[in-house]
C-alpha cells in the first residue's frame, strides 16, 4: 500500500485530500504543522508528499528545500498544494523540487489522477 503524506493546515483540504486517497486504496497521514513535519517524514518516509505553500510558521517552500537537502528524503515527490498561483510562484516551486504544481481549487479527482501516475509501479 502505498502511502501519502498531507500537510496542510486548512482542516476542509485534509479531510478531502485523506477521504479520496483512502478510497483508491492509499495509507494517509495528515499534518497540520509544519514546523513537526520533518522529524515525521523521516519517521514514516511517505512515497509522496503533498505540501500546502502557506502555512503558519515554516512555509511550504522552506519545507520543500529541507526535504530536498536530506539526501533520505530528496527523492520522495513533492506535489505543492497552494492558492499562489501566479506564474513566478510555479517556477519557485519548480525551481526547488516540486514534482507538480497544483493551484487550489483543485479537482480532487485530477488530483487522483496525478498521484496515481507519479506512483504507479
Given at each position: ?33 509544519s514546523v513537526k513535519a ?84
Amino acid at each position: 500500500m502505498k502511502k501519502v503524506m498531507v500537510i496542510d493546515d486548512e482542516p476542509f483540504i485534509l479531510m478531502m485530500v485523506e477521504d479520496k486517497l483512502k478510497r483508491a486504496g492509499f495509507k494517509v497521514i495528515t499534518l497540520r504543522e509544519s514546523v513537526k513535519a520533518m522529524e515525521l517524514i523521516r519517521k514514516e518516509m511517505p512515497d509522496l508528499i503533498l505540501l500546502d505553500w502557506m502555512m503558519p510558521e515554516l512555509s511550504g517552500i522552506e519545507l520543500l528545500k529541507l526535504i530536498k537537502a536530506d539526501p533520505a528524503l530528496s527523492p520522495i515527490p513533492v506535489f505543492m498544494l497552494t492558492a499562489k498561483g501566479q506564474e513566478e510562484d510555479e517556477k519557485a516551486g519548480l525551481k526547488y523540487g516540486v514534482q507538480r504544481y497544483i493551484i487550489k481549487p483543485f479537482s480532487p479527482k485530477a488530483l487522483l489522477e496525478e498521484i496515481q501516475a507519479v506512483l504507479k509501479d
